[in-house]
Every structure is written in structure tokens, then in C-alpha cells.
């Protein structure tokens, strides 16, 4: 018998869009995902908007809640915020709080987290293959780097009663299946057919879902192929394909994970 999830877990899309033309045109806009498990908070891969985004007043959510700023890679759609959200965090960093996590090419030759905010959150770490970063009352887990030009890292987070999984932008490699189990499985789908080997297809998502069997998966992070090949139906597709309820994010969206996870 699965456990249920505590009240308050949830996936808060500031964005289901991705890629660099749905980044330029914000057909969707690229704000990230906010996850929240066990009473920790996260905010992963704040792209361009972000911190308008959170700020919306639909969503009204409060960066100073924030337990981590954690990029999966440091292209712009995933990045373009970071220094906006790590100053709204930290109060302009006037309060030393909060943790950001991301890999070591984020901070080095060409970075994209400035060096003059770098001592407002409480601490930096740098994501590695393997690493296990204790957040709260949950982990955050990098097993393995992706298949991605820039170094990428997928996410697992654990908490006491659900795992969520994250796979960032990647091509498709087998490992992928054992990496990523968990109860929730958020994947980057940019491209509806395949068109590289460094971004998920749709088919390649499917592949993964049907691997790794999660109880809820989430399409997410849409290219414009994706975006007008109506990712809902896509969704629906992958459901019945698969048996595993898939549903494609949409921007502003608020999954409440005990509703979402709830058997019928
Ligand atoms: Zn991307
Ligand atoms: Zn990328």
C-alpha cells in the first residue's frame, strides 16, 4: 500500500515552456518548477520570468520561503533568473539565507551565477554525479549527469513518504531508467519527434515512463513542436499507451500531489 503524501506537497509550474524559440516568444512562459515535499521548498531552474512569475498574484508565492535555488544546467531557459531569485531569497541579501545548488560550469569560466551575490544565501554547493545534498527534512539526489552539451544533472528528491524525480533536459541513455525511480516523475520534453540526441522526445519520454512506472508522471519544459501538437492529448496518449496517468504541465499550474496521487 503506497503512503500518502503529506499536506502541502506540490509541483507549482512557473513555467511548462522551454527551448530557445518558446523562451524567445514566451508562448509558454519559463519561470521553472517549484517543489515542495515534507515542508522543504525548491525552486529548480528559474529561467527568464521566474521571479515575475512567482510574484503573480495568482500564485503569490514568496521567495524568502525558499529552502534551495537548485539549477539542473546553466543554459538561459533554465537560468536566465538565478541572480533574481537568489536577491529575492535573500531579501536582497540582507538576510544570509537559503542554499543554491547548481554545477560547477554555473560558477566558473562564462558563469551564470554573478560572483557579487554569491555570499547573500547561506551557502553554494556545486552539484555532482552521486551527490547527496540534505535539505530539511528531504535529500536532494544527483545520480548521474546527463547527455547534454553544458553539465546537467537530473534530480531525485526524498522525502520521508515520496520520492520526486526529475530528468532535465538529456538525450535518451538506458541508465536513465534505473536513475530516476520515484513516486512523481517530472520530465523536459522539448521536442515532439526527435530531432538531436542531447533533448528528450516525446517518444523518449514515453519510453521512460513506461520503464520507470512511476504513479504520476508530468510533461514538462515544451519546445514549440510540443506546444503545437497540443502536449494535453499528448498526455492522454501516454496514459493509455503506458497505464501510468501522464499529464502535461501547464503554466501556473498548482499539483497538489495528495489529489494528484489519490487512487480512481
Ligand atoms: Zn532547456
Ligand atoms: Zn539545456
Not at 557579487?116 to 545520480?143: N, Q
Not at 541513455?173 to 533533448?199: Q, S
Request: contains cysteine; glycine residues 10%; proline residues 6%.
Amino acid at each position: 500500500m503506497p503512503t500518502p503524501p503529506s499536506a502541502g506537497d506540490q509541483l507549482v509550474f512557473l513555467g511548462s515552456g522551454g527551448g530557445r524559440m518558446t523562451t524567445a516568444t514566451q508562448l509558454r512562459a519559463t519561470g521553472g518548477l517549484w517543489v515542495s515535499l515534507d515542508g522543504t521548498t525548491l525552486h529548480i531552474d528559474p529561467g527568464p520570468g521566474a521571479l515575475v512569475h512567482c510574484r503573480a498574484k495568482d500564485l503569490a508565492l514568496d521567495p524568502t520561503r525558499l529552502d534551495a535555488i537548485v539549477l539542473t544546467h546553466k543554459h538561459l531557459d533554465h537560468a536566465g533568473d538565478v541572480n533574481a531569485m537568489i536577491e529575492a531569497m535573500t531579501e536582497g541579501g540582507t538576510k544570509h539565507r537559503g542554499l543554491v545548488l547548481a554545477p560547477s560550469d554555473a560558477y566558473e569560466e562564462d558563469p551564470v551565477i554573478l560572483q557579487y551575490v554569491r555570499g547573500y544565501p547561506a551557502a553554494t554547493g556545486i552539484l555532482e554525479p552521486g551527490g547527496r545534498y540534505p535539505l530539511g527534512a528531504v535529500t536532494l539526489e544527483t545520480p548521474l549527469r546527463l547527455r547534454h552539451p553544458v553539465e546537467t544533472y537530473g534530480l531525485r528528491l526524498v522525502g520521508s513518504r515520496l520520492t520526486v524525480s526529475l530528468i532535465a533536459c538529456t538525450g535518451y541513455f538506458p541508465e536513465l531508467e534505473e536513475a530516476f525511480r520515484g513516486d512523481v516523475l517530472v520530465l523536459n520534453v522539448v521536442f515532439h519527434h526527435r530531432r538531436d540526441e542531447i533533448h528528450l522526445c516525446l517518444e523518449d519520454a514515453e519510453r521512460l515512463i513506461a520503464a520507470i512506472r512511476p504513479r504520476l508522471a508530468v510533461l514538462t519544459h515544451f519546445g514549440m513542436t510540443m506546444i503545437r501538437a497540443r502536449p494535453w492529448e499528448l498526455a492522454d496518449r501516454v496514459s493509455q499507451a503506458t497505464g501510468i496517468k501522464t499529464l502535461a504541465a501547464r503554466d501556473h499550474q498548482r499539483l497538489d500531489l495528495a489529489k494528484a496521487l489519490a487512487p480512481g
